[in-house]
Structures are given as structure tokens and as C-alpha cells.
Nanobody, 116 residues
Framework: QVLLVESGGGLVQAGESLQLSCAIS????????VGWFRQAPGKERELVAE???????DYAEAVKGRFSISRDGPTNTVHLQMNSLKPEDTGVYYC??????????WGPGTQVTVSS
């Protein structure tokens, strides 16, 4: 069973930074892509940032230039550096690992709250 555990969420003020981390129980390069999604209250879960096995990074338009995704092979960890946070970045952030384009594994999520 693949396990993902997020950490690093919290309460910050607008303009501040946070770094989220996702520890994965298997070799990170076994997956086609690993990434971060978020879900705000009353809204659907949406992609924030993703990195594929080849190293290509994709970002939601709303976070381009502010967020950065990275991975650490030896520790099988994916990070999301979030700078210049805005109240609209508030939500539960989930880590996802995608295997063979059809099988997804999710972490339980970590809360990020940005106050104005």
C-alpha cells in the first residue's frame, strides 16, 4: 500500500510563506507524476502544482510565480514552497501520486489558512 503524509500547513498572514512537504512510502520515480491539490470550503479540489517523472512542472495560473514544487529522490519527498500567500490560497492541501496515468494515491491533507 502506498502511503503519503503531508506536513507543514498552518496559519499565516497574507504575504508570508509556508513550505509543505509530502513523504511518500515508495520510490518517487515509480510514479508518472506527483503533485499538490487544494480544496477550499464549498469548492472542488483543484490542481496547484505537479511534477512529472521527467521533471516537467505544471502550475495553476493562480499560483504561477509564487509557488514552486520540488522533489527529493533520496527521501521520496515532494515539497511545495508557497510565497506571497493570499487569503484565497486558504484550503486543505493534498498530495497526490499518480501511477500509470490512472491510479491515484492521496494523502490525508494539511490545512493552510491565510489571514488578511
Amino acid at each position: 500500500q502506498v502511503l503519503l503524509v503531508e506536513s507543514g500547513g498552518g496559519l499565516v498572514q497574507a504575504g508570508e510563506s509556508l513550505q509543505l512537504s509530502c513523504a511518500i512510502s515508495e520510490n518517487i520515480f515509480n510514479f508518472n507524476a506527483v503533485g499538490w491539490f487544494r480544496q477550499a470550503p464549498g469548492k472542488e479540489r483543484e490542481l496547484v502544482a505537479e511534477i512529472n517523472v521527467g521533471g516537467r512542472e505544471d502550475y495553476a495560473e493562480a499560483v504561477k510565480g509564487r509557488f514552486s514544487i520540488s522533489r527529493d529522490g533520496p527521501t521520496n519527498t515532494v515539497h511545495l514552497q508557497m510565497n506571497s500567500l493570499k487569503p484565497e490560497d486558504t484550503g486543505v492541501y493534498y498530495c497526490r501520486a499518480r501511477f500509470l496515468s490512472s491510479t491515484d494515491y492521496w494523502g490525508p491533507g494539511t490545512q493552510v489558512t491565510v489571514s488578511s
